[in-house]
């Protein structure tokens, strides 16, 4: 980042964030860009009003005591010369308490339009939502209007007439004001001219209503009472707002609380004139300190505390393997939109306020910290799992009760500060001082924690080849395949073939099978046992206390690859989950078996046609970049705000960005890397974590190598695709930009019923996870074809297998208020020359994938770390599952897994509620 980039980001960003987001809401709830550009200016010039106002104050006070003193200046200069003439005019500047800087006071209101008409030129001459966009007579709010042409030069009325505006506005303003105010405005209203003439018609719209909303305000000041005429024209707006939240009939309920919430604060200011309320008299006490001290707690809150905390948390996951890049970064860019936004812009409203603004800044600053403190630590805490694009799987849907008990508690919160405040200002003033330095070390230390984790992954890339992985393939020799496919869902599998009925020549040789269960709820706890085996179910991993659970899991992850490598098999491992208890995974726990060949392919591959080195996959990861040092701020922004607005600013992932409106052309396909659903069959965007997954199974041909040696080989590779539930574009399941399904649907609706069984597709979770488990046996089946192609088919044996299921309520089946489903695992397996796709009712668990895989290929196979058998015994009779809440690795650092509930199954079907039991929680 530059000195220059620092300077924006401090001054300009946060008001072209402040813009688009209300551009943005604007545009939801009206629909129509023009008439939200409309929106966008009075909204901002209401805003700035009171900055405005007092600035023109200051330039009437300079140009007030320029006149009071001109004829003595005057007579000064003309009689004397040189130093004297110096000395006296200082001398009696003195004693009129003027000094020469306070002539800058003139140029205020022109300082003040600079940045704000640079967000503006930034955010509305790209914004790619303008494109193509009518709006009355300009035909494309994305172009310069050009409503006809002079030869080969087009004529833009919007800027003339922007011009013109500002001229009238400019004679009226400048009446009776010296020549030197007349040509600042008149030259100013000519430079705009210039800079706009060729600009995109959506700009120049917007620039040109805030003339005329110049113009008007110099207008209204001259009317008799104008604070009665703007509360009669605000009251009226509100009215207008109100009755269009009533008709509206797609807005939920929510969205018409915060609307007649924004209607009566419109009616307020008419209510005062006609019931004015008794205003404090003497001196208000214009405390600085107070302000500036909360205004840097904000800062710090939004901009280094929360960021930080989320990229600690798993600050791997913020790395883009093909371009490395510090994620402390992006906690620098919120620190910067914090610091410009509360102290930088907050101290500007501040000092260019009364003295009775600025107490009610003091107060209210302080109950901005209380409010955001509580929402964050206590409201809105437990909202699912959340991608590194900051996009939840689930989007947060808060119920009417949890709103109204989190409102109750802003206003008793905020009520208590205000009082608080009152009687104990210096206390409050030392509280804010702590907290500051609280938040301070608080993300200093994250920030120190995310370097070491960044430090650690540069060393990691460093030991690791830049090759591609090669996955070798002998056509004479035993090839096994286990592939974990993470959080696949066995039990949708009937319905997959169901609706995709050639998937079964394509598997052909594997039996599903259905009565699989997983000994864990998350991939930590379901994962050991099915690369290690039962050794390292999560009742056997507690047992042995003494030992890290990092280094037990690692130790799970070394069973099979070990175990075939000394048994004569050529090993390739790809992606080992969670290895070193990293996102990332850490490859350096095969270190002590250098002929093993090891690979991350996760994030590796440009689905979009380019090559690891092409500039698509670098614009992708440019993209997710931007993203992430706009969208940190919001996501803080998020988090300390009362729940009733949190659905807004989280606006389903988007944050409120311009550029997710509206779908835009393959050529710009890295703009929008979170999707946007729209209902269950309809959305916008690619989902980022889904293509770095899906890209890998897309080039599963590329990478895969055939041989005529002898040569036994054996890999192990997990994939994410099924773990990054997105909407696809049916009936191929395919990423795309905009996905519309809305016919398919209709027509394919049966597809959900199998013998009599029906799956529920009602939520756009559980169509989400269908997609994208969909999307993997399509590309698994490609993959199979080319195997086939090959002559590396039948000689090779392929498990497919899940670590855990997931919580889609599709078959109703809980125990003691969990869904089941958690623990219902994929598993396939094609065993060597197999043929027919076949159905079994054995039942089996995911631990059972190391005796699968080593059956009748290494004899009495044993677990190199523990000497056990590695056989399916375990197995018999009732099985201990364990249930937990989310487990993030990097919170986990003891010998056994955190508390949780314990279930025992046994049984045919694990869809039948009756074979399984709750036994405890512990």
Known sequence: MTFLNAIYKLIIAPLELLFEVIFEIANKIIGNAGLSIIFLSLAVSFLVLPL??????????????????????????????????????????????????????????????????????????GMKSLQGMPFGFIAD????????????????????????????????????????AKIQVYGLAAVFLVLLYHSPSGLVFYWLLNNVFSLLKNVFYKLKDPKKVLSIVLAAAGLILLAVTVIRPDLDGRQKILLSIGSVLLLLPLV?????????????????????????????????????????????????????????????????????????WGGVFYFLTSDRVKYIFGRTIWIICGVSIIDYLLFGTDLGIMSSALQYEKTPDFGLSQIVVNSLVVIAVAAVFWLFYSKFRKIAKTVLIIGIMTVSYLGIMNMVLICQSYSWYQNQAAETSDELANIPLS???????????DRSMGTQVPYIMNEKPELKDKFDGFTYYHNTVSYG????????????????????????????????????LRVMPVLFGENGFKVTVCDPSYAGYKMVPDLSIYNDHPEFNVYITNGRFDYFGGTQDGARILDTINRMNEMRNR??????????????????????????????????????????????????????????????????????PKITTVNDSSE????????????????????????????DNTAYDVDMVDRYTVDGKTMMMETDKQVIHYHSNMATFLKLGEWFDYLRENGVYDNTRIILVADHGRDLDQFHVFCDDKDLEFFMPLLMVKDFNATGFTVSDEFMTNGDTPALATKDLIEDPVNPFTGNPINSDYKNGPQNIFFSDFIDSTEVTGNVFPAGSWFTYEGDDPLDVNNWKYVDDH
């Open 141 to 180: 709010l994305g172009k310069e209007d050009a409503l006809f042409m002079i030869g080969s030069f087009p004529v833009n009325i919007l800027p003339i007439l922007m011009t013109l505006v500002n001229i009238v506005s400019g004679i009226i303003y400048t009446k009776g004001h010296p020549l030197r």
């Open 52 to 125: 405005y106002k007092r600035a023109d104050e200051l330039q009437a006070e300079e140009r007030d005591i320029q006149a009071k003193m001109a004829p003595w200046v005057k007579h000064i200069k003309k009689t004397f010369k040189g130093d004297e003439r110096f000395l006296m005019l200082q001398e009696y500047y003195r004693i009129n308490h003027y000094k020469p800087v306070y002539a800058l006071k003139s140029s205020v209101s022109l300082l003040l339009q600079i940045p704000f008409f640079i967000a503006a030129y930034n955010l509305l001459s």
């Open 712 to 739: 036994n080989t054996f890999l192990m590779m997990e994939n994410d695709t099924a773990h990054a539930p997105c909407l696809l574009q049916e009936p191929d399941y395919v990423p795309a930009m905009n996905v």
């Open 272 to 344: 005062s004139v006609f019931l004015p309320l008794k205003k404090k008299t003497g001196n208000y006490s214009k405390d600085a300190l107070a302000f500036f001290t909360g205004a840097i707690l904000m800062s710090l809150i939004t901009g280094l505390l929360i960021p930080s905390v989320v990229i600690n948390d798993s600050a791997l996951e913020f790395i883009d393997i093909m371009g490395i890049t510090n994620p402390a970064i992006y906690v620098v860019n919120s620190m910067l939109l914090s610091f410009g936004t509360w102290v930088l």
């Open 631 to 700: 969208n940190f701020y919001c996501f803080a922004l998020m988090k300390i705000s009362p729940l009733i607005l949190q659905e807004t600013i989280y606006d389903d992932g988007g944050y409120n960005e311009s550029d997710l409106v509206t779908g835009v052309s393959d050529d710009n396909f890295n703009t929008t890397l979170t999707q946007h659903l729209y209902g269950i069959s309809r959305s916008v965007g690619y989902f980022h974590d889904f293509i770095n997954a899906y890209a890998v199974l897309d080039n599963l």
């Open 475 to 485: 056509k004479n020799g035993k090839n096994v395949i286990v592939l974990m496919l």
């Open 521 to 556: 709820s998350w991939t930590l706890i379901g994962a050991p046992a099915l690369f290690g085996g039962y050794d390292y179910t999560p009742e056997n991993i507690n047992a042995r206390d003494g030992e890290s659970l990092v280094s037990k899991h690692n130790e799970s």
